[in-house]
């Protein structure tokens, strides 16, 4: 299959990603300067999260009993409907943040059956050897939009308002729609679907490959060390680390996650120009990703050198690119197509949950024994992290010959 059938989900999603950074920028933007409450604001991240997970969990149920097209079809349209009556609605349920607080927590729910669903979509359009290529592609241009939402989404709000860039939100959605109801023509049919599995089976088929299938399961092991790791990275963590170690004023926390974000942006263009490398060397690409990406945490620990920390910031986002796409053309291919969206559901449960216990052991260590540590611990972690990778070696060898005596 050749990889222009992929085109039009890549334009989908990196427009789906745009709408959801400006939606978030503009609610949050829109509380804090309703209430003047950082609390409130945070809630909003958190409220988005919790709904998520808790639809995550009946997602496989929705896959089980509705064809994987009909679902791709019917669920971006619903968030779409959802947020064409929110803005519609904004001016008079503006005044009642418990309101807002419940258009959040809906559209929250249409996302947490929607993203497995696009999860699995790039295996369905790709061969098994382009995998890598288009999620690169994928990362680049996600991580470029995500760039431009944050830059200019609160400039625009100021400028414009919240319901004139909720209209312009919701048009962007609406595009995405679209292109993506030409990437459903792309797919290949299935059968009806036809299931005598109890919606407790079915909601804990995903569960149970996790924890059998020994390459999901590590490559999960992995992703829940480097989340709780990747705890050092949230807001309030960096700020403390630029004041405090390198005595630079609040300018200087963007420019850390710009240069980040710049080097995600170069990470996906290397690994797009090496996929065919990185194709052969699933799991030696994730490990030397994950290593790398320890040994800079490790330096941007120690150093207290602002410039230095910059261009550290920008080198970790190769590693981590090569570093995930590895990981998540590991796991697309490890897993039936049909189970892939399960799988996706508890692996998002478990890293959600991670995320937000390692945002706790994060803010614990570093008020005990200061911010410079937690990047020391955060380092360490995903080096023990890069081991567990090789253990993934046999089992690649082992699934590569049976696909090799399947096409003899």
């Keep these: 299959m050749p990889l222009s059938r992929f085109y039009p989900f890549l334009t989908a999603r990196s427009l789906m990603t745009l709408a959801d950074v400006m939606y978030i920028m503009i609610l949050t933007t829109f ?6 409450s950082a ?5 909003l991240p958190v409220l988005r999260m919790v709904a998520s997970m808790s639809s995550g969990f009946t997602s496989p149920v929705l896959v089980d009993r509705v064809r994987f097209t009909r679902l791709l079809s019917v669920l971006p349209v619903s968030k779409l409907v959802v947020l064409l009556i929110f803005t519609a609605l904004f001016d008079p349920i ?7 607080f419940l258009f959040v927590v809906l559209i929250s729910i249409v996302d947490g059956w929607t993203n497995p669903i696009l999860s699995t979509v790039t295996p369905r359009l790709v061969e098994n050897d ?21 830059a200019f989404t609160g400039v625009l709000v100021v400028l414009w308002g919240s319901t004139i860039m909720l209209i312009l939100t919701s048009a962007i959605l609406l595009i995405s729609v679209l292109f993506l109801a030409v990437t459903i023509k792309k797919i290949e049919p299935e059968e009806k679907v036809q299931t005598k599995k109890t919606s407790w089976k079915a909601m ?15 490559v999960t092991i992995m992703d829940i060390v480097e989340s709780i790791a990747g705890g050092v990275w949230i807001g309030a963590i960096t700020l403390v680390f630029v004041k405090e170690i390198l005595l630079q004023n609040e300018a200087w926390w963007g420019y850390i996650n710009a240069s980040y974000y710049i080097g995600t942006i170069l990470g996906g263009l290397l690994a797009f120009t090496i996929s065919r490398y990185i194709k052969k060397n699933l799991v030696i ?32 986002g190769p590693a981590y690119q090569i570093r995930d796409i590895s990981q998540q053309t590991i796991l697309q291919t490890s897993v039936g197509i049909a189970q892939l969206p399960k799988v996706y559901s508890a692996h998002s449960i478990v890293l959600s949950s991670t995320t937000s216990l390692s945002i706790l052991i994060i803010g614990v260590i570093s008020d005990w024994y200061g911010v410079r540590m937690v990047y020391l611990f955060s380092g360490v972690g995903v080096l023990l992290s890069s081991c567990l990778a090789f253990a993934l070696l046999p089992l690649l060898r082992k699934q590569k010959k049976e696909q090799e005596n399947q096409t003899t």
Excluded: D, H
């Design 39 to 43: 609390t409130y604001a945070a809630m």
């Design 94 to 100: 503006s005044q009642y943040i418990g309101l807002l």
């Design 31 to 36: 509380v804090y300067q309703q209430t003047s």
């Design 204 to 218: 804990k088929e995903g569960w149970v490959i996790l924890w059998k299938n020994r390459a999901v399961r590590i």
């Design 285 to 316: 690409s994730m490990a030397v990703g994950s290593f790398l990406f320890g040994i800079l945490t490790l330096l941007y620990g120690v150093n207290s050198t602002p410039w230095i920390a910059l261009l550290i910031c920008v080198v970790m």
């Design 130 to 150: 382009e995998l890598v290529k288009a999620n690169s592609m994928l990362s680049m241009f996600n991580q470029s939009i995500s760039v431009l939402g944050f």
